[in-house]
Each structure stands twice: as structure tokens, then as C-alpha cells.
């Protein structure tokens, strides 16, 4: 599985962006996805995932009701939108496939990140 992540970039706190990771594989369709999310000097965390079926998403306390994770099977992408946003929203967010649905553990293919930089 490879993972092209896309749609950072600078936004003024309040304001939106929606990030679109791309996948290859045949496989992609039925492995968990999630974004993470990694500020400088801190830990990777996670953001959001989602389940193949696209009907189960789970959320980081810190983005419940701001962020929205979905995804489209048929274009094999995987979106973020987030709104609401927060200079503490600033990092270098990852899309990620667990292709052993493993709870993120082992068999993780990452993405290559996209930088999100929120300005207040």
C-alpha cells in the first residue's frame, strides 16, 4: 500500500482545511485508516481513524466536534476536514493504513505527511 497525503498548508486559527490521502493497492478498501498528527518536540498522535465500511469513526479528544474523517472506496481516498482550527492544530499530519488491524500496532503503512501550520 503506498499513501499520498495532500491539502496542507497556512490557515488563520478558525479557519478550515481538508486534508485527501490517496492509496494504491487493491487491499486498501478493507483496512482500518487513520490520520496522526506530530508537533515539533512532541509525540505522534492520533487524530482520527475510521473502518473499511466507513460507518465506524473513532476521534482524539482534542478534535472531537471540529474534525471529520471520511472516506470514498470507489477513489480509494481518505479524507480530514477540519474546521474550527487552532494554532495547537499545527503539525505534520500522516494518513496511515492498518493493514493488519492491528489497533495501530504492527502492519502500518504510513504516508509521506503534509505540513498544517495554523497561525493565530
Known amino acids: 500500500v503506498q499513501l499520498q497525503a495532500s491539502g496542507g498548508g497556512l490557515v488563520q486559527a478558525g479557519g478550515s482545511l481538508r486534508l485527501s490521502c490517496a492509496a494504491s493497492g487493491r487491499t486498501f478498501n478493507w483496512y482500518p485508516m487513520g490520520w496522526f498528527r506530530q508537533a515539533p518536540g512532541k509525540e505522534r498522535e492520533l487524530v482520527a481513524t475510521i473502518r473499511w465500511r466507513g460507518d465506524i469513526t473513532s476521534y482524539g479528544d482534542s478534535v472531537k466536534g471540529r474534525f471529520t474523517i471520511s472516506k470514498d472506496n470507489a477513489k480509494r481516498t481518505v479524507y480530514l476536514q477540519m474546521n474550527s482550527l487552532k494554532p495547537e492544530d499545527t503539525a505534520v499530519y500522516y494518513c496511515?493504513?492498518?493493514?493488519?488491524?492491528?489497533?495501530?500496532?504492527?502492519?502500518?503503512?504510513w504516508g509521506q505527511g503534509t505540513q498544517v501550520t495554523v497561525s493565530s
Open positions: 496511515a493504513a492498518d493493514s493488519l488491524n492491528s489497533g495501530w500496532r504492527v502492519g502500518v503503512y
